[in-house]
C-alpha cells in the first residue's frame, strides 16, 4: 500500500491543480486567448507531471523536488491564506514525503 500512495496521491494532486486552469474559459477574451490562458494555467501540472514520474523512477531526486516545488510555493504565495499554502504546499509535501518513507522503509 505505501508503494502506491504516494503515486496515487501524486496523481490526485495534479488533477486538483489542474482543475484550476478552467477558469481561463471564463471571461469576454477571445477564444484563442482563452487556450492559451487554459495552457498557461497548466503549466504547474505539467512540471508536477515530470516530478512525478521522476519520483517514479528515481524516489529521492523526485521526492526532493516535489517538496521542493512546496517550498517554491509558500515563498511565491507569501501572505496568502494558511489554507492556500496547506491545499497546495501540502499535498506537495505529503507525496515527497511519501516517496522517502517508501524508498527506506521498501528497500529492495
Same mark, same amino acid.
Do not use: E
Given at each position: *500500500?505505501?508503494?502506491?500512495?504516494?503515486?496515487?496521491?501524486?496523481?490526485? !494532486? &495534479? =488533477?486538483?491543480?489542474?482543475?484550476?486552469?478552467?477558469?481561463?474559459?471564463?471571461?469576454?477574451?477571445?477564444?484563442?486567448?482563452?487556450?492559451?490562458?487554459?495552457f498557461i494555467h497548466l503549466l504547474p501540472s505539467f512540471v508536477l507531471i515530470v516530478f512525478l514520474? *521522476?519520483?517514479?523512477?528515481?524516489?529521492?531526486?523526485?521526492?526532493?523536488? !516535489? &517538496? =521542493?516545488?512546496g517550498i517554491f510555493y509558500i515563498f511565491l504565495a507569501w501572505g496568502e491564506s494558511i489554507w492556500a499554502f496547506v491545499f497546495i504546499s501540502g499535498p506537495a509535501f505529503l507525496v515527497g514525503g511519501l516517496f522517502i518513507l517508501d524508498k527506506y522503509l521498501n528497500k529492495k
Open positions: *500500500m505505501l508503494y502506491w500512495a504516494p503515486r496515487i496521491l501524486g496523481i490526485l !494532486f &495534479i =488533477a486538483f491543480l489542474s482543475l484550476f486552469a478552467m477558469d481561463s474559459f471564463f471571461g469576454d477574451s477571445p477564444w484563442y486567448a482563452k487556450i492559451i490562458g487554459f514520474v *521522476m519520483a517514479w523512477k528515481k524516489y529521492l531526486l523526485g521526492s526532493l523536488m !516535489f &517538496i =521542493a516545488g
